[in-house]
């Protein structure tokens, strides 16, 4: 099957490709030109793509039939908790390593009478702190210079900071509910802001019997195979991280994340519309941060967080993440970075050489009509070449006609991006 002729492509715009992830490749092609075929998402057996350990465990089994958007597979899993979905080969991973955390949870013994008892009382310790919720710039500023002072990292944020939908209310942030739970969260490997439902119960369960004082952390701490955490899986430094995420309460993370990004130079306006997206959570952020703090002196690097400001779903913010961590682990285990610049309304980088770099955390990448447009108007644009680092694999004409266009392929990227990954 012939490829598509190498020629320049004008007067291209974008358009949207419907629900989910594949906003990434959406570029129409206006001029007359010639396409090999196209493929289009097929359905597979999660027996052909998955090892037994991720194909079914104790207390789950992943659903045969596994769908494709032509970049990501989308698994079923049933457990006798529920069943739940997983968007991508890395999330299957994290929700396998969180239905294993659940069942060690279940394992543990509250007194559940004197969890609902301390939650009722909790209501008076909520009014207590009210003011501080409610109207925390009065109270601030009307404490005592000496305590107000204790006081000043939580006034950087005050009338800027939006909380997410992955934490906990402000209440029991204040009252150290949160605290016990991140504590809970990090002896069980897992992330505290996850979305998973069922594992966010446990931990509150824990976490109130911790908080009332009749279980010590230390008694939860079960083993369990793995490290869990939203996109913290694909890091070298991701057991550190999720504990720093973990234990650091969320107004403190905004404001560090804010006075960073302040610091790279990203404007102030940009960082806090970033910063208040609230699809990504305090856990995707910090990543996020982190990641782009190891690409000091990469140019451009703040279009991450101009891109990061598109996303409309945690499933997108996920993405985004992943690919600012790629390509940091590029910077630091490859070449050099010189820049980043704009790719359809995501990124690529290049390298000192003016090699241009395409990091995609995709599980399997097909020759659909978004990527073969896109490869083509690319390589009519790239002089020095082309790379492509991917998480997972390509289809044979995907890899066939990219490799015509003269691309270099790099299939399952993970251990030569983070080499240090668990």
Known sequence: MPAPPRM????????????????????????????????????YSAA??????????????????????????????DSPFGTFEAYSMTALRQLVHEIEVIGAMKQVATDDAAIESLKQSGKNTVAGVRNLVEKPRETLEGAAAGVGSLFNRAAGTVGK????DAEDNRAQQIIGFSKSKGAIATHYGVNVYSGNQV????????????????????????????????????????????????TTPAAELWLQNKNKLLAMGVQEDTVELF?????????????????LEQMESVEN?????????????????????????MSAGYHLHVSPLS???????????????????????????????????????????TQNGIQLFTLGDL??????????LGWRVHTDAGTVLMPSRQ
């Open 8 to 43: 320049l492509l004008t007067n291209y715009k974008l358009r949207r490709c419907g629900a989910g992830l594949c906003f990434a490749f959406a570029i129409i092609v206006q001029t007359s030109i010639a396409l090999a075929q196209f493929e289009t998402p097929a359905t």
């Open 48 to 77: 052909s793509l998955l090892d037994s350990k991720l194909l079914k465990g104790a207390s789950f089994e992943v659903q045969d039939e596994v769908k494709s958007d032509g970049m990501f597979y989308h698994f079923t899993v």
């Open 161 to 164: 900071r939006k909380t997410t």
């Open 199 to 246: 594992l966010q119960e446990e931990l509150d369960r824990l976490a109130w019997a911790d908080y009332l004082g009749g279980l010590g952390v230390g008694a939860v701490a079960t083993t369990v195979p793995g490290l869990g955490g939203a996109v913290l899986a694909t890091s070298g430094t991701a057991r550190l991280l999720n504990e720093v995420i973990n």
């Open 275 to 291: 910063l208040n997206n609230r699809v990504f959570t305090p856990a995707l952020t910090t990543v996020m941060v982190a990641a």
């Open 301 to 325: 690097r703040e279009l991450f967080i101009k891109i990061g400001l598109q996303a409309s779903d945690t499933r997108m913010a996920r993405v985004i993440t992943s690919t600012v961590v």
């Open 339 to 381: 820049r980043v610049t704009r790719l359809a309304r995501i990124s690529k980088v290049h390298t000192k050489d003016d090699t241009t770099v395409v990091v995609l955390p995709t599980d399997h990448l097909i020759w659909s009509e978004q990527v073969a447009t896109t490869a083509q108007a690319l390589s009519a644009e």
């Open 395 to 404: 289809s044979t004409t995907a890899m066939e006609n990219l490799k015509k």
